[in-house]
């Protein structure tokens, strides 16, 4: 079989590893040819291959990034872009496609799936929220790089009695503040599931700091937003391709503690770094097992269906019921981080 292989979406920690087991997997157990398109879908529809075999796999294990580079382009916004990728799959000759991304590249993937495409999806994103799946490649390093941060703040803010609020990302939901808030003791936690109400965060601050400590991490997730009709004011700022404006919230709820408190507060806004760098061993064991079983799945046949980690196991789900949906943190995780502040 010739099968395609590309990256979408933002890149994240353990998308090599993923890339190298269906190589591996597929060149060495099934006899495949795996063809890589570079920059997602862009590169599907552009016609731009690369070949991905034993040779380019060689030490990228622990690589951060992707060896086939990523795009944020969907062929379904643009006039014709479905058509352009069968096109471009029928001029290759790919019998198949594996898709790694996040819910947009797999919402595009769900589409040419219904255009007669077979296609097997594998879930990436720091953010942890594709629908269907306990975690996503990414996550895990970015939870690491998240409460690494948040440990080196506890110790300036301990020094200089400060408040330090630390952005981290989730845009649509706030896995990454919630599990880095618990694993690095963070005194506040604001995620985009749970509006919330700058007075009350106040009136904790104040509290904590009134009676036993002289510091705070607050952690803020990109997304978060104040719950309507509370003291704080708020319109969602939103860039020049509709992408969310990192420091924005951060910058915000740290001036607003600061003009209500008087306390002495800081913003650090951990962005990209939380998508760089070398995958945890977590990430790399993920993205193998991914990979193992999206090629496994073509092999056999399988089409429109998704990788997904339930509890240990690896299963497939069908697309059609994951794709356009949000994976949201569930509020007794949310409520661990508060009880635990
Ligand atoms: O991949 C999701 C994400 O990590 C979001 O949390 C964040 O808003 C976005 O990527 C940033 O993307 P870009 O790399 O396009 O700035």
């Known amino acids: 079989m010739r099968v395609g292989l590309l990256t979408g979406g933002g890149d994240v920690p353990g998308l090599n ?17 795996i063809v890589g398109f570079r920059n997602g879908w862009r590169g599907v529809v552009d016609g731009d291959v690369t070949p991905v075999s034993r040779q380019q796999i060689r030490n990228v294990l ?13 062929p379904r916004a643009e006039d014709g872009g479905i058509d352009a990728v069968i096109a471009t799959l029928e001029q290759e000759r790919i019998d198949a496609l594996i898709c790694i991304g996040g819910d947009g590249t797999l919402h ?39 409460t690494e941060a948040i440990d080196r703040l506890h110790t300036t803010a301990e020094s200089h009695n400060r408040v330090m609020v630390v952005e981290v990302m989730g845009h649509h939901a706030g896995w990454i503040a919630v ?10 936690v604001l995620t985009p599931e749970e509006p919330f109400d700058i007075e009350k965060v106040v009136k904790y ?12 991490i607050v952690v803020v997730a990109e997304g978060a937003v104040p719950l309507k009709g ?10 020049k391709f509709g992408e969310i404006v990192a420091g924005a919230i951060g910058e915000r709820v740290k001036n607003e503690i600061e003009a209500r408190t008087g306390f002495d507060a800081r913003l650090t806004v951990l962005g990209h770094v939380q998508r760089g760098g070398s995958p945890t061993p977590t990430d790399r064991i993920l993205g193998s097992r991914f990979g193992v079983a999206a090629i496994d799945a073509i092999t056999r046949g399988e089409s429109d269906v ?6 240990e196991n690896i299963v497939l789900v069908p ?16 409520e661990v981080a508060r009880t635990l502040a």
């Open 230 to 239: 509370s003291a704080m004011d708020y319109e969602v700022p939103v860039g």
């Open 108 to 146: 595009a993937a769900s589409k040419v799936a219904e255009a007669g495409v077979k296609i097997v999806a594998i879930p990436k994103t720091i953010d942890n929220d594709v629908f269907g799946t306990d975690k996503s490649i990414g996550f895990d390093t970015a939870v690491w790089i998240a």
């Open 319 to 334: 697309l059609p019921e994951i794709a356009g949906k949000i994976k949201v943190v569930p509020a007794d995780l949310i």
């Open 306 to 311: 998704m990788t997904a980690l339930h509890g």
């Open 62 to 74: 622990p690589v951060g990034g992707t060896m086939l580079g990523t795009a944020r382009y969907h």
């Open 17 to 33: 590893a993923a890339i190298r087991a269906v190589v591996k997997r597929g060149e060495g157990e099934h006899g495949h040819t």
């Open 179 to 188: 599990t880095s808030a618990i694993a690095g003791g963070a005194e506040v």
């Open 205 to 216: 601050l104040k509290h904590r700091h009134r009676s036993h400590a002289s510091f705070s």
